[in-house]
């Protein structure tokens, strides 16, 4: 009966035993796979360094006009594209036309006054000419006894008299030297192409491409040189990354990077390292810490780094503006 009942029990046992052998083949599986997953983490973490105290970043422009005057049309809205050389606004332009008219005018007359005296000028020298023909005939006529004195002191007189008009003439023509005369010429044509400069500043362009933002500007307002009108955002923008600085020791210029923004976290960006600050922030803000005085405490410093985009992403899907978050992952191996 012992051994009828081993018999029995054997196949119990061999499946036991299966289980268990199953078991230790899905147990060395998945710890195999767990290894491969941990050796592609600390892979992904050795080859790559990362950050999330990042952000896009861009100059943007203060579009201010050149002259004072009252805006009386406006061609732009808030958050409106714009092209390099659009018109954004127009400032009353009577005043300046007005002032360019009479610089025109002023410069206009200097060139006949400069034309008369030039004429004058040539008369003047005819009349001295003459004069001093006659005075010499008439002084041959006296010493031979043909003419009277009183005829020799007429022709003196009338010498001295061309003589004075020459002078005068010269006067008129260069006022006190040539290059005097030139330079109120050139004076006079200097204010008349300020004042058409400025009545082409009554129109407002756009220095350049990009987005209407902070509009301070509408119709019927007086605005003066320089005060702000709005702030132009260019559509070209980048992000600045601050790694700490014990992530920079294999960091180069033209790495390549992964970018999460925050706005849109299902899509990768593509771009590269363009550039790693020389200074770090903290060292480059308006009071710079002064370590040589006081209690000393390391702290780990923040170093900026330039990265572009290099893969281009639809602008009408993705809007990407300065001041979003964005995660970048930099390729160091």
């Known amino acids: 009966m012992e051994e009828k009942n081993e018999n029995q029990q054997t196949p119990e046992i061999k499946e036991d035993e299966t289980k268990k052998k199953k078991k230790r083949r899905i147990l060395l599986i998945v710890l195999a796979i767990a290894l491969i997953i941990g050796g592609l983490y600390v892979y992904d973490m050795l080859g790559y360094v990362s950050t999330d105290d ?13 002259i004072s005057g009252e805006i009386i049309e406006v061609y732009v809205k808030d958050n409106q594209q714009v092209k390099a050389g659009d018109p954004i ?18 410069y206009r007359k200097k060139i006949v006054d400069q034309k008369n005296a030039q004429a004058n000028m040539v008369a003047s020298n005819s009349e001295v000419a003459l004069a001093k023909r006659d005075l010499d005939r008439y002084t041959k006529l006296y010493a031979a006894g043909a003419v009277s004195k009183q005829i020799l ?21 260069f006022a006190g030297g040539k290059s005097v005369a030139d330079a109120d010429l050139k004076s006079l044509k200097a204010q008349r192409d300020q004042a058409a400069l400025n009545l082409s500043y009554t129109t ?24 702000p009108l709005f702030t132009l955002v260019p559509n070209n923008v980048w992000v600045v ?13 033209g790495m390549p990077v992964t970018m999460k923004i925050d706005t849109y976290p299902k899509h990768k ?10 200074s770090s922030g903290a060292k480059s803000s308006m009071f710079p810490p002064e370590n040589a005085v006081g209690s000393f405490v390391k702290i780990v410093q923040r170093i900026p780094v ?17 001041g979003m978050s964005v995660v970048p992952k930099v390729k160091i191996r």
């Open 153 to 173: 002191d007429n022709a003196k007189t009338k010498y001295d008299s061309a003589k004075a008009g020459h002078t005068e003439a010269q006067e008129n023509l």
């Open 269 to 278: 960006f593509i771009g590269k390292v363009d550039s790693i600050q020389r």
């Open 306 to 322: 330039k990265i572009v985009f290099t893969e281009k992403y639809d602008t009408s899907k993705y809007i990407i503006v300065p």
């Open 204 to 227: 407002v362009y756009a220095p350049q491409d990009g987005t209407v933002a902070s509009k301070r500007v509408e119709k019927g307002m007086m605005v003066a040189a320089g005060s």
């Open 54 to 66: 990042a952000y896009v970043e861009t100059t943007t422009v203060s579009v201010a006009p050149r």
């Open 241 to 253: 990354a601050n790694f700490k600085e014990n992530q920079l020791e294999h960091m180069k210029p």
């Open 89 to 106: 606004c127009k400032i009353d332009p009577r005043d300046y036309q007005v002032r360019l008219d009479q610089a025109d005018a002023a």
